[in-house]
């Protein structure tokens, strides 16, 4: 079946400093979605990518879709202390709705 | 508008029983999906539901089955309980078919004893 590989694991950084993780696949995926989950928590989206080489930006955070369709990045810029949490990514097939989550990045950030 | 409810958040089972666990997705979306998520295999697709059928399904044996109803909300059960079904159960509602911008409930936390 298909893969998504998220990197970085995990991330300790200091406040304000930027965060950029990035997913990888084995196969092609028609959208990018990018999750941001809390303990106890159902995940949150956080931006939604439809077309290669697409970039958005929701305040802080800024994501990319892959011209090859099979990566994403996100970046986090200036970070604070309730960024932290569990960030995911998740590829969609080109067809039906099944999402494809990748391991998850936790991000901690020291005030 | 009211996100996606699922009920109840927290459960605990005895190994053979069955569970039922229910979610109610955000008014007008026809599309709900199952997740599990554990902390050895991350969040793992279990099926979807667009309009009353089943329109996707994981690899996850026949124990795990769902329904959705008119008002698309949507049940899933999982029966013969075994210790390693414990995880957190996440129900997600989409508007489109295409089943883009999954919208998620805070899930149910099921503990099987």
């Known amino acids: 079946g298909q893969q998504l590989n998220q990197s970085p694991q995990s991330m300790f950084i200091q406040e304000g400093e930027d965060v950029s993780m990035n997913c990888t696949s084995s196969?092609?995926?028609?959208?990018w979605l990018w999750y941001k989950q809390d303990p106890g928590e159902g995940p949150v989206l956080l931006i939604a990518?439809?077309?290669?080489?697409e970039l958005t930006s929701n305040g802080r955070l800024t994501a990319q879709f892959g011209i090859t369709r099979k990566d994403s990045f996100l970046n986090i810029s200036a970070s604070i202390p309730s960024d932290v949490g569990i960030y995911f990514c998740?590829?969609?097939?080109?067809?039906?709705?099944?999402?494809?989550f990748g391991e998850g990045t936790q991000l901690t950030v020291n005030p | 508008k009211a996100g996606v409810t699922q009920t109840p958040r927290y459960l605990i089972k005895t190994r053979g029983q069955q569970v039922t666990l229910s979610c109610s997705p955000i008014?007008?979306?026809?599309?709900v999906s199952w997740y599990q998520q554990t902390p050895g295999q991350g969040l793992q697709f279990l099926f979807e539901?667009?309009?009353?059928?089943?329109?996707n399904k994981g690899n996850f044996p026949g124990r795990f089955s769902g329904r959705q109803f008119s008002n698309s909300r949507s049940e899933m059960n999982v029966s013969t309980l075994e210790l390693g079904d414990s995880a957190l159960y996440l129900c997600?509602?989409?508007?489109?078919?295409?089943?883009?911008?999954?919208?998620f409930g805070q899930g149910t936390r099921l503990t099987v004893v």
């Open positions: 997600a509602s989409s508007s489109h078919q295409s089943g883009t911008e999954a919208f």
């Open positions: 196969s092609i995926f028609n959208t």
């Open positions: 990518l439809y077309k290669a080489g």
């Open positions: 998740a590829g969609q097939e080109t067809s039906g709705s099944r999402l494809t």
């Open positions: 008014s007008g979306h026809r599309s």
């Open positions: 539901y667009f309009s009353e059928t089943q329109r």
